[in-house]
């Protein structure tokens, strides 16, 4: 995203949160976050996928396969915009799926986590099934 290409957000709590389908994680959450992740059978981490840069892990997966971990953000779908993966207990000020549109229209690939704090867009297009070699080798890089 260019510096010029900025979409001021407020949050509000939601009156229904949404159903979670993704946790994500950034900083030291995220390593304890991947780290809960290595400690998963190959079952369970099958069946969520991931995308990681050095900064952010997210996953995703159905309600019950994911991960809790204290601090990180769970992720639901609102209705108004399928393509965004928002936190399920806060409302962005901008109706969802306008903030969908100005996504879309800044060219960042769909589906993206908005996350809160830190804010940011993580494009969740390329998310793939988890490998435990690269999980590990990304915990060490970390």
Not at 4 to 24: C, E, H, K, Q
Not at 66 to 79: F, T
Not at 91 to 106: D, F, H, N, T
């Amino acid at each position: 995203m260019r510096s010029d290409d900025r979409i001021r957000l407020d949050w509000a709590p939601r009156t229904t949160p949404l159903i979670a389908r993704g946790v994500a994680a950034a900083g030291a959450v995220a390593r304890v976050l991947a780290h809960k992740l290595a400690a998963l059978d190959d079952a369970a981490l099958g069946a969520l996928v991931a995308v990681a840069n050095a900064e952010v892990i997210v996953v995703l997966g159905e309600a019950s396969a994911l991960p809790w971990v204290d601090g990180v953000s769970y992720l639901g779908r609102d209705d108004a915009a399928p393509d965004l993966l928002l936190p399920t207990a806060a409302l962005p000020s901008v109706p969802p799926a306008v903030l969908q549109a100005a996504i879309r229209a800044m060219g960042v690939q769909v589906p993206v986590a908005v996350l809160a704090a830190p804010a940011r867009l993580v494009p969740c297009g390329l998310a793939r099934t988890i490998d435990r070699g690269r999980l590990v080798a990304w915990l060490e890089a970390a």
